[in-house]
């Protein structure tokens, strides 16, 4: 009997959609393409947006930090912050040396969040996503666990 025939003619793991980390990625696709564009009507990135929410609460974050928190490398997060700082979003002040430049949201940069944050609300509406408000809520506190198991792996 050969491997098709065992099988079936489908995937030997069984019905994909029943793969959660597939549906995972597949959902992470769809929302993160309308992410972007609903950010582009507001002039940014979601990087972008991501490094300014982080920011404008002056929690005094290193740069380290920020890379994790926006899901860049470190590397990349000095470029980033220049391409903000260029565009007026942000400033920043050199520490002394050996310490962490002090990042700042400037009226600009709080600006483009504030066209931002309707846009980026309605799309994240429970309704937008297809969801009843208490589901919403069970779905979001799910996906934190997942998050927080993936950081322990």
């Known amino acids: 009997m050969g491997d098709v025939e065992q099988h079936g003619a489908g ?3 069984g019905d994909p959609g029943r793969v959660t980390g597939w549906t995972l ?3 992470h696709h769809a929302v993160a393409r309308r992410f972007t564009e609903t950010l582009a009507r507001a002039g940014l990135t979601p990087t972008q947006f991501g490094v ?3 920011v404008v609460g002056g929690t005094g974050v ?3 930090e920020l890379a994790r928190r ?3 490398t470190p590397q990349s997060i000095g ?3 220049t391409s903000l700082e260029r565009l007026g ?3 920043r002040r050199r520490g002394p040396r050996g310490t962490a430049s ?3 949201v400037t009226d600009a940069g709080r600006a483009a969040l504030d066209r931002a944050t309707p846009l980026i609300q309605a799309m994240n509406s429970p309704q937008a996503l297809g969801l009843t408000p208490p589901e919403d809520t069970t779905l979001n506190a799910l996906l934190h666990k997942v998050l927080a198991a993936m950081k322990d792996s």
Request: proline share 0%; aromatic share 8%.
């Open 25 to 27: 990625v597949r959902t």
């Open 52 to 54: 300014l929410v982080e």
């Open 102 to 104: 002090e990042v700042r």
């Open 79 to 81: 470029e980033l912050l």
């Open 70 to 72: 926006v899901l860049v």
């Open 89 to 91: 979003y942000i400033s």
């Open 11 to 13: 995937w030997s793991g």
């Open 62 to 64: 290193s740069q380290a």
